[in-house]
T-cell receptor
Framework: DGGITQSPKYLFRKEGQNVTLSCEQN?????MYWYRQDPGQGLRLIYY???????QKGDIAEGYSVSREKKESFPLTVTSAQKNPTAFYLC????????????FGPGTRLTVL | AQTVTQSQPEMSVQEAETVTLSCTYD???????LFWYKQPPSRQMILVIR??????QNATENRFSVNFQKAAKSFSLKISDSQLGDAAMYFC????????????FGKGTSLLVTP
């Protein structure tokens, strides 16, 4: 079945550690996105990528980094520079046209201990 | 940047009744798309309905329909014959050519469905 997978489902991090969240899609979509969800805040864009080996910062990119070495994969690294990383992280993908819906993965809950 | 406002943090509806969720947005663009997404307790984001700004006809999907008022920049979602499974967070979202067609989301409305 086609879809988006994210792993792990739950992730715990100690302060000062970098962690990487995985996002994989087999929908053959060009565009991929990372969103952060906090209670009462809706979803906010962290990074997006329209093609392989290219990505752009979103509204809240500070303290995060990404790579796009393969079309199917768009991992997100939460660095120690991110001051408040505890949140729910959602990855999405879509065909790169304005009208097409974005398909979302099941999300990763990151907690800083 | 475009902003999306959902002014109702929580709404409640009885089973089989109709409820309307409000959404307003701010933009200077003339061509764009609007979406409603549903997020049940599983937290999986599910597309409910979409509307293209150039289409005057309001979109409908089974029990879900929208009231799109382009001049007023309003995009409300109507859920008819509400079911217990409709209980979820509902997010209104705007999509433009900025940010690689990423979505700008409102803060969401939590919908409670009572028997």
């Amino acid at each position: 079945d086609g879809g988006i997978t994210q792993s792990p489902k739950y992730l715990f991090r100690k302060e000062g550690q970098n962690v990487t969240l995985s996002c994989e899609q087999n929908l053959n979509h060009d565009a991929m996105y990372w969103y952060r969800q906090d209670p009462g805040q809706g979803l906010r864009l962290i990074y997006y990528s329209q093609i392989v080996n290219d990505f752009q910062k979103g509204d809240i990119a500070e303290g995060y980094s990404v790579s796009r070495e393969k079309k199917e994969s768009f991992p997100l690294t939460v660095t120690s520079a991110q001051k408040n990383p505890t949140a729910f992280y959602l990855c999405a993908s879509s065909i790169w046209t304005r009208g097409n819906e974005q398909f979302f993965g099941p999300g990763t809950r990151l907690t800083v201990l | 940047a475009q902003t999306v406002t959902q002014s109702q943090p929580e709404m409640s509806v009885q089973e089989a009744e109709t409820v309307t969720l409000s959404c307003t947005y701010d933009t200077s663009e003339s061509d764009y798309y609007l979406f409603w997404y549903k997020q049940p307790p599983s937290r999986q984001m599910i597309l409910v309905i979409r509307q293209e700004a150039y289409k005057q006809q309001n979109a409908t999907e089974n029990r879900f329909s929208v009231n799109f008022q382009k001049a007023a920049k309003s995009f409300s979602l109507k859920i008819s014959d509400s079911q217990l499974g409709d209980a979820a967070m509902y997010f209104c979202a705007y999509r433009s050519a900025d940010s690689g067609y990423a979505l700008n989301f409102g803060k969401g409305t939590s919908l409670l469905v009572t028997p």
